[in-house]
């Protein structure tokens, strides 16, 4: 993996981390997209580029305007991550 590579999934994995502490790690669960950002440091491109990353996945998904939710799906990811200490290995 380079390093280029290894930065994409460390935003990926701190967006999808901040997204499951902020939604009290539940599933459809709603929280504003700009919170995630703000709490996770990411600028508004790179906290885009994961939102899309999950979402393309069906990790995530919008529930309203602004507001995303972790599907069951990605629930189960977070739990997965959160158990291993986030580590960037593969699931």
């Not at 539940?26 to 491109?45: C, F, I, N, P």
């Amino acid at each position: 993996m380079n390093v280029s590579t290894q930065t994409v999934h460390n935003l990926e994995h701190a967006y999808l981390r901040t997204l499951y502490e902020l939604a009290e790690k539940k599933a459809k669960s709603s929280v504003y997209h700009g919170e995630v950002r703000t709490e996770a440091g990411l600028s508004e491109d790179e906290s885009e580029r994961a939102c899309d990353f999950w979402a393309d996945r069906g990790i995530l998904e919008w529930t309203t305007l602004g507001h995303i939710a972790l599907t069951h799906l990605g629930l189960r990811r977070a739990e997965h991550l959160a158990d291993r200490g986030w580590s960037l290995a593969p699931f």
